[in-house]
Structure formats: structure tokens, C-alpha cells
């Protein structure tokens, strides 16, 4: 099976450590191509934005089996091919499997974006179930760009770019997620960002969170939004870089000419 990630870099030096970007469920990684990996490149930073097994260019693959783990071992692969250790980024159910790598020791960062909360302790009253399922369950019943109610924020061109991101997922993994991945703590700084429209994974759901974490909030966007809303990133993505570079201690190596 061949896993795919998009990757973009910076002109110039290569003076910053490598990001890697992780898609929610039942989306792909053209999520992060539009605006995250073109900004960030522009501002020095190299990216890699992976497509988990069965997602966007990966081979296809059936799901129904996959579990969280199979997921964090895609993101695993790509880390050990990487010359530095990456900070790790991930939205809603990616953000999960980036603390799930993070928590392992190969993230020099990580930064969840409305992740998936992790769980102290498993709650075995859960079932797990096999299959398959579409985003229809999230609420995007057609692909009309004009009728996208949990895209409040998004403008047509950034609609029609999650539309177009979207892809089948395991309902085996989403009954992990709700019985709880554990995860009791992480060996590197973790900043968790929300958006101020998120209505599904809002900034005080994450109050009892016990791993120690910075936190920020994203002025207008929703859950979509914090990948796709350029006006909202325009202010946010530096803020995440800012964090970055101060909770890693990071130098950035300038090249006098």
C-alpha cells in the first residue's frame, strides 16, 4: 500500500524544521494545500501534508477494519523518512493522531487544531464496529457549494475546495475515538486551537483537558474554517508560528549574503 504526502518547500535555506499536516476524518490532505503549506512555505517553513491510508492519493483501501493506530502508523512512516524531527499539526481527528505520534516522542511540537479529544481511560460500554461511512454523516448531505451549513464562514472557492477534499472513513476508528484513545501525557509543548464559530468542538470543551497545553482562539472561524478560511488564518498562522518558535526555543539560522 502506498501512502502519499503533498509535499512544499521554502526558497532559499533550509533553516526550519519540517511540518507535517494530518487531514481530519472523512477528508484528504488537499485540505492543507490550499492555504496552511502555501503560507507556510512562504514564510521558510517546509511541509508535508499526508493523505492516511485510502484518503485523497493514497491507494485505495478498504476501511472497514482500520483502526486510530493503523492511522498514527501512516503518519509514523513519513516522520522516520525526515531528516529533523517535525512539528506535528492536525485538525479534528488528525490532531488526535498527532498527539497520538507526538506522545510516542517523534514531534518536536505538536499543534491540534479542534482535535478529537484523547481519553484517561478507555470506556468499554463503547462498541466497536466495522465498516464504512462518508461525510454525510457530518453533516455535508450534497456537494453544492451553496448549501453547506457547517461552512458558515467558508467563501465559495474555499467551499468548493473542502468539497473537493472529501473521501470515505472508518467507522471502526470513529467508534475508537468515542470509546477513548489514551493518551496520559506528551514529552513536547502542545498548543490546541479552536474557532470562535466551532459549534462541534468549541474552545471549553477542551477545559478539563489534563495534558498541559497552550491554548488559542481563532476569531471567526468554524471547524471547517480552521483549515480553510484564509481571512481567519491570515492572523492565525503567524500566531501558531510565533508559539512555535518560542515553546520549542527554536533559532532561525539566517544566511548573511
Known sequence: MIITASAMFPGGSDSHSPIVL???AANSAYVFWKFWQRELAARGWPTYAIDLRGHGNSDPADLS?????DYADDVYALVRQLRRKPILVGWSM???IAMMVASSGHGAACVAL??????????PSIELRTGEFTAEEYGILNRDPEEQPAMPDLDLEERKVALSSLSRESRLARDERRRGIVIEA???PLLIVTGTLDEQWPNHRYD???LRADRLSVEGASHWGLV??????????PEVLN???TSCGLIVLQHLP
Not at 477494519?65 to 493506530?69: F, G, L, Q, V
Not at 478529537?116 to 478507555?122: D, E, G, K, V
Open 22 to 24: 494530518v487531514h481530519g
Open 65 to 69: 477494519h482500520t483502526s486510530m493506530n
Open 94 to 96: 488528525g490532531g488526535l
Open 114 to 123: 479542534a482535535p478529537s479529544l484523547p481519553a484517561r481511560q478507555p470506556n
Open 186 to 188: 506528551l514529552p513536547c
Open 208 to 210: 478539563d483537558l489534563w
Open 228 to 237: 480553510l478560511n484564509k481571512r481567519a488564518l491570515a492572523k492565525a498562522i
Open 243 to 245: 508559539w512555535i518558535e
